[in-house]
């Protein structure tokens, strides 16, 4: 394989598809955040 540019190749990734990762990551890091509450609770 080789490196290309995107813009060129027209590869396009839907709006959907980023805001769709974006809220994914927010509820994981929300998740772990509240884990680590709940164990630093129970300290």
Excluded: F
């Amino acid at each position: 394989g080789y490196v290309t540019d995107i813009r060129e190749e027209n590869v396009v990734q839907p709006l959907l598809v980023t805001t769709s990762a974006i809220k994914l990551a927010a509820e994981c890091v929300r998740s772990i955040l509240k884990i680590d509450d709940i164990v630093m609770a129970v300290r």
